[in-house]
């Protein structure tokens, strides 16, 4: 059966992206696992350190040659940002550049020959697609939570964001560091931060981001706020909400009650809610929660690659 699915790679699969990778494309039924690479856990099983990894599969410790030299047609790049480029260069210069490459880093984000992979906002552009930068977590979440309300907006908004400390990744930072977490809420590049450039290319529209991290492992919510060149009620929001995103299968709305970040961990899918306009037309706020871990990474590289290969956009996504 292995021979008809199309098969996969998955590099830096130590990392809590990539073991949620291994959990997706362990169960996908159109994919098949070729490798999973981590250079310190080389030859172990994978079973041992990711739950849900199939049995009999190791880890192996793959450069950037031997990852150019591997058959599988679909290579993830789950590495830290800058890591990733000289994988590519070396995909690009072996004898299978034409495979499908999905970056979930930043590498690419900013890059005109890629595809930006948040499906919501640019599916057809996805499908069939070979070089896909998957979108930031935070990233996602703002700006779908913006999104309908682009053509009303009278200012930059501001996006007020926290974040669980697994958007740290596993290397020991003060932003995974549970002593610094321990009862308190951790602020960190207020100004400037990778997201608010991505999220203002794009949108098309600058935005001003706040980042925090908090003590939880895993989930985000933003709240935005959303200043306004017109007056729009609650009721017109929520009409434009649906209208963008009632036929989504990965977008819940959870109406004018705003959606809780303890209940998007371990779900696929983004919710957004809680809109409010002020009485004087002068600003909206809208709330958004996302698992980083899934949507915000490895549930959208599963579309993503979907997308590319031409299979169903949620084929072994168990979103329900
Ligand atoms: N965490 C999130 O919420 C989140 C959400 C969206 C996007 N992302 C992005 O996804 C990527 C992975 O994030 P993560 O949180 O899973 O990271 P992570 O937990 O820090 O894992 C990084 C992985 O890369 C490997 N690695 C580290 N340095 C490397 C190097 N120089 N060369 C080759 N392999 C290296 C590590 O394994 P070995 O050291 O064993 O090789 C590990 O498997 C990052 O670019 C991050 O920005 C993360």
Redesign the pocket.
Known sequence: MAGARTSIGIV???????GELVRLAAQHPRLHIDFVS????DGQEVAAHVAGAPSGLRFSSLDERGVADSEAQVIIL????G?ARRYVTAIEAGTRPQRVIVD???DYRFADSWVYGLPERFRDRLRGERRIANP??YATAAQLAIAPMLDVLGGAPTIFGVSGY??A???PSDKNNPEILRDNLLPYSLTGHLHEREVSRHLGRSVHFLPHVAPFFRGITVTVNLPLSAPVTSEEMGRRYERAYGLEPLIRLTGEKAPLVRDIAGRHHVCIGGWTAAEDGSRAAVVATID??LK??ATQAVQNVNLACGFDELSGIDHE
Do not use: I, Q
């Open positions: 830096g699969a130590r990392g809590y992206v990539g981590s250079r310190s856990l789950a590495l830290p940002n890591e979930v880093s930043a930031g977590c697994s958007g990744g596993v290397t980083n871990l915000g990474a």
